[in-house]
């Protein structure tokens, strides 16, 4: 059974940072694509980060130059170190995993944990 768990979440202040991790189990194999999405209430899920095998990365607008996505391959972990936070950044974040297609499409994504709130107060 593929298990994808989150952790490391919390409440900051602004400016505060974070690290997030997710294991992943199950799976044969580290899985091509790995990705951090994160929803705020009232709001649909969005990206955030996602790292290939090959460390190909992408970054939401939003996050960029704060947020640092990295993969251990061999721990079959993933992570986001998220520095400077805002309060826009609160939201629960969700890590997932997609087997042939990076994307920013939730659809690409079929493996996905149960997601790690978040809270950033100014």
């Known amino acids: 059974q593929v298990q994808l768990v989150e952790s490391g979440g919390g409440s900051v202040q602004a400016g505060g940072s974070l690290r997030l991790s997710c294991a992943v189990s199950?799976?044969?194999?580290?899985?091509?694509?790995m990705g951090w999405f994160r929803q705020a209430p009232g709001k649909e899920r969005e990206g955030v980060a996602r790292?290939?095998?090959?460390?190909?990365?992408a970054y939401a607008d939003s996050v960029k130059g704060r947020f640092t996505i990295s993969r251990d391959n061999a721990k079959n972990t993933l992570y986001l170190q998220m520095n400077s936070l805002k309060p826009e950044d609160t939201a629960m974040y969700y890590c997932?995993?997609?087997?042939?297609?990076?994307?920013?499409?939730?659809?690409?994504?079929?493996?996905w944990g149960q997601g790690t709130q978040v809270t950033v107060s100014s």
């Open positions: 997932a995993a997609a087997p042939v297609v990076c994307s920013w499409s939730l659809h690409d994504y079929n493996n």
């Open positions: 199950g799976l044969t194999g580290s899985p091509y694509c």
């Open positions: 790292i290939t095998t090959f460390n190909t990365i």
